[in-house]
């Protein structure tokens, strides 16, 4: 049953400008983790993969079970290519079996803009240059929704028209990009998503954008301050809150690492914020451990 909440801000969701020096920035910072020829070659064959998996997509969107379909075999196969897998703290995962879902709060590992997808020539019917592949975010998530048996979701900003449908058709749990009420509407969306897949994993990105793009970071070192969206949609379901960090080892592949899980429920909203940013803590600090030059 979902709780109502008494205060909805909706500062708690942003969507961070693309196509600026920032962008272009920490761009570049991430083509330099790939620094290996295997991690190359993942970066290559998984673009080849979101485009194949957009041509398919914008031709099929009027069939939508046909492109859903095609979407969890591409996420399959990237998350293969990637080397996906869990590196460290499974054993918090029995905290979080058996709820009626799960929120995992996660780095906003800019991995997707090494693939982003080419709109040549106006290839495809959308308004943008680029098109961001949503698929790869959910990439380093694949393993642990396999290894729980839950489907996987995750939310996100509405994408332009054209791309939109395909998002939600793609499990993506939407909001508009503006307006009054967007939190209360996102908790409505994630207990609908819920009540239809019970048991769920529902990815969020608490920094609201790439790691390290507007604080001048690297894609580890400094996390942007959380936003508290993620922690209120917890607390108005009564779910778990899972902490995790993705991080690209050049050799071994795409590392998931889990924290251990928290709760909410209950808490004041200056509490609920506060917690927010202590979860923030908690992973910088292990993004440090693994960042750390290696003797």
């Keep these: 049953m979902m709780t109502e909440m008494k205060t909805v801000d909706d500062t708690r969701i942003a969507r961070q400008k693309t196509d600026t020096p920032e962008d272009w920035r920490i761009t570049k910072l991430i083509f330099d983790l790939l620094k290996t020829p295997w991690s190359k070659e993942m970066a290559k ?8 998996f957009f041509d398919f997509a914008f031709v099929n969107i009027g069939t939508p079970e046909k492109v859903r379909l095609f979407f969890e075999r591409t996420l399959e196969e990237s998350a293969q290519i990637s080397k996906a897998h869990i590196a460290s703290g499974e054993e918090y995962l029995a905290g ?7 929120i995992v709060v996660i780095n906003h590992f800019g991995l997707y803009k090494a693939t982003m997808v080419p709109n040549e020539n106006g290839k495809y019917p959308v308004a943008l240059d680029r098109i961001s592949p949503f698929p790869v975010r959910l990439m380093a998530m694949k393993c642990l929704s396999d290894k729980l048996n ?9 994408l332009p028209t054209g791309l939109l449908e395909i998002q939600e058709v793609c499990n993506g749990i939407t909001i508009p990009n503006e307006g009054t009420g967007r939190t209360q509407m996102l908790i409505e969306k994630v207990e609908t998503t819920l009540d239809k897949n019970p048991g769920a994993i529902v990815v969020m990105y608490p920094e609201g954008g790439t790691s390290g793009k507007s604080n001048m970071g690297s894609p580890y070192d400094l996390l942007d301050d959380f936003q508290s969206g993620a922690f209120f949609v917890t607390a108005a379901l009564d779910l778990p809150i899972l902490p995790a960090c993705i991080y690209l080892n050049a050799d071994e592949g795409l590392e998931l690492h889990i924290l251990e899980p928290l709760s909410v429920n209950g808490l004041d909203e200056k509490k609920i914020k506060e917690v927010a940013q202590e979860t923030k803590s908690r992973m910088q600090h292990k993004l440090d451990e693994l960042s750390k030059p290696k003797i």
């Excluded at 979080?96 to 799960?102: N, S």
């Excluded at 839950?150 to 509405?158: D, H, I, M, S």
């Design 96 to 102: 979080i079996k058996d709820k009626k879902g799960v």
């Design 45 to 52: 064959s998984i673009q080849e993969r979101m485009v194949s």
């Design 150 to 158: 839950v489907g996987l979701f995750e939310t996100a900003l509405e």
